[in-house]
T-cell receptor
Framework: AAGVIQSPRHLIKEKRETATLKCYPI?????VYWYQQGPGQDPQFLIS???????DKGSIPDRFSAQQFSDYHSELNMSSLELGDSALYFC???????????????FGPGTRLTVT | AQKVTQAQTEISVVEKEDVTLDCVYE???????LFWYKQPPSGELVFLIR??????QNEISGRYSWNFQKSTSSFNFTITASQVVDSAVYFC????????????????FGKGTHLIIQP
C-alpha cells in the first residue's frame, strides 16, 4: 500500500539558512500534519491543513511556515535556521477532512534535518 | 489542557515475558481519541490502535491487547509473549475534538516508553 512520502530524507544546513521540506500524503487523504521530534523526545505537533486551509496550529515557530497545495501535498518552509531546529520532521496524513480529528494519522519516514 | 503521561521511561524484559505499558491521560473534553504508536530503531512511527472516548471495549490483536478505562483515565498496552522485534519506543497519544474548528487536530504524545526485549 502507498505510504506518505517525504523529501528529502536527510538535509544538512548551516545556521541562518533556509530549508523546505515536502510531504506527499497517502492517495485520497486530504489532511496533512507536521510534527517535529528532537533527539530522545516525543513528537511535537506543529501545524495541520485541510483543503489548503490551516486547520490546527501547535508549537510552530514564527520562522516556520507551511502550506498545502491543490494536489494535497504540503511544504514546510523553515527560515533563519538555528542549531535547535536539528530534529526529525514527520509529516502525517489522514482522511476525514473537517472531521479528521480522531482518524488515525499515518506517518511518513521523516526528514532528518541537521543544522551546523 | 490535554496531557499524556507515560511514567515508564524504559522497560527491559526477557523474550517471551508479558509486558504492560502504562498510559494515563488528562483532558477536559468529553469526546477524545487515544492512540498508540510504535517507533522502532529505524525511526518511523507505526500506527497500532485508535480508541474513541465512547468505546471502552478492550481490544486484542494477536499478541497485542489494550485496556481502556475511563474511570482511571488510562489506556494501557500489553504485549503477550514478547519478541525481540517488539523492541522499540512506544508512544501513547491523545487528540481532542475541540482544539480547533478545522477538525484536523494534532496529536499530543506522551514521552514514550523504551521497551527492550532481551533474547
Amino acid at each position: 500500500a502507498a505510504g506518505v512520502i517525504q523529501s528529502p530524507r536527510h538535509l544538512i544546513k548551516e545556521k541562518r539558512e533556509t530549508a523546505t521540506l515536502k510531504c506527499y500524503p497517502i492517495p485520497r487523504h486530504d489532511t496533512v500534519y507536521w510534527y517535529q521530534q528532537g533527539p530522545g523526545q516525543d513528537p511535537q505537533f506543529l501545524i495541520s491543513f485541510y483543503e489548503k486551509m490551516q486547520s490546527d496550529k501547535g508549537s510552530i515557530p514564527d520562522r516556520f511556515s507551511a502550506q498545502q497545495f491543490s494536489d494535497y501535498h504540503s511544504e514546510l518552509n523553515m527560515s533563519s535556521l538555528e542549531l535547535g531546529d536539528s530534529a526529525l520532521y514527520f509529516c502525517a496524513s489522514s482522511p476525514g477532512g473537517t472531521s479528521a480529528t480522531g482518524h488515525e494519522q499515518y506517518f511518513g519516514p521523516g526528514t532528518r534535518l541537521t543544522v551546523t | 489542557a490535554q496531557k499524556v503521561t507515560q511514567a515508564q521511561t524504559e522497560i527491559s524484559v526477557v523474550e517471551k515475558e508479558d509486558v504492560t505499558l502504562d498510559c494515563v491521560y488528562e483532558t477536559r473534553d468529553t469526546t477524545y481519541y487515544l492512540f498508540w504508536y510504535k517507533q522502532p530503531p529505524s525511526g518511523e512511527l507505526v500506527f497500532l490502535i485508535r480508541r474513541n472516548s465512547f468505546d471502552e471495549q478492550n481490544e486484542i490483536s494477536g499478541r497485542y491487547s489494550w485496556n481502556f478505562q475511563k474511570s482511571t483515565s488510562s489506556f494501557n498496552f500489553t504485549i503477550t509473549a514478547s519478541q525481540v522485534v517488539d523492541s522499540a519506543v512506544y508512544f501513547c497519544a491523545l487528540s481532542e475534538s475541540l482544539n480547533s474548528g478545522g477538525g484536523a487536530d494534532g496529536l499530543t504524545f506522551g514521552k514514550g516508553t523504551h521497551l527492550i526485549i532481551q533474547p
